[in-house]
Nanobody
Framework: VQLQAYGGGLVQAGGSLRLSCAAS????????MGWFRQAPGKEREFVARINWEWGTALYADFVEGRFTISRDNAKNTVYLQVNSLKPEDTAVYYC??????????????????WGQGTQVTVSS
């Protein structure tokens, strides 16, 4: 499975972006897809994940209703709509795909494939 993430950019605080992640290859093996982010000097952290078949979603606490993860199975694409952005949301955002149903999907170890990341920069 190959993942291509795009849609990042520079926005002002309070702005919005829509991140996309297109999957190709053996997509039938995907159980869930997730978004993680990594800010400079910090560890990669979970943002959101979605079950590929049923569309059930799970979010990190810091999202506080500002982000929405969704998927389009026909296009093999997962989206992350990010609203009300804050400077602390600045990070490289990575999409990931996992084949296992084990765990809730918070841990990067549950994902087998990773995209290259897309930079989100929020100015104050």
């Amino acid at each position: 499975v190959q993942l291509q993430a795009y849609g990042g950019g520079l926005v002002q605080a309070g702005g919005s972006l829509r991140l996309s992640c297109a999957a190709s290859g053996r997509t039938f093996s995907i159980y869930r897809m997730g978004w993680f982010r990594q800010a400079p000097g910090k560890e990669r952290e979970f943002v959101a994940r979605i079950n590929w078949e049923w569309g059930t979603a799970l979010y990190a606490d810091f999202v506080e209703g500002r982000f929405t993860i969704s998927r389009d199975n026909a296009k093999n694409t997962v989206y992350l709509q990010v609203n009300s952005l804050k400077p602390e949301d600045t990070a490289v955002y990575y999409c990931a795909a996992g084949r296992t149903s084990l765990g809730s999907g918070y841990s990067p170890s549950r994902y087998d494939y990773w995209g290259q990341g897309t930079q989100v920069t929020v100015s104050s």
